[in-house]
Nanobody
């Protein structure tokens, strides 16, 4: 079982930045690909970004390309999401997730990000 705990959310003005962190409770963190998803009120959960186990490969949803950056530090069992140029439409609960093979099997509890206009 892997527990994921997000931190770093909060309230920010449009154009501002936040960095989310997600710490995993596992000795095999570098076995997992990691990702961030988000869910806005009344909408389905959507993919934001993911990163390979080594950190060498990242992928982003089109709506965050050039604004968000995903990274990881395997020595700290942590994955990050740097969010710049935030807009009100980025307001959502953000979740980190861990994938061992083809499925995201473990999810954090989510953290609120609110962007005011």
């Amino acid at each position: 079982q892997v527990q994921l705990v997000e931190s770093g959310g909060g309230l920010v003005q449009a154009g501002g930045s936040l960095r989310l962190s997600c710490v995993a409770s596992t000795r095999t963190f570098d076995y997992y690909a990691m990702a961030w998803f988000r869910q806005a009120p009344g909408k389905e959960r959507e993919f934001v970004a993911d990163i390979s186990w080594s950190g060498d490969n990242q992928d982003y949803a089109d709506f965050v390309k050039g604004r968000f950056s995903i990274s990881r530090d395997n020595s700290k069992n942590t994955v990050y999401l740097q969010m710049n140029s935030l807009q009100p439409e980025d307001t959502a609960v953000y979740y980190c997730a861990a994938k061992l093979a083809y499925t995201y099997s473990y999810w954090g509890q989510g953290i609120q990000v609110t962007v005011s206009s």
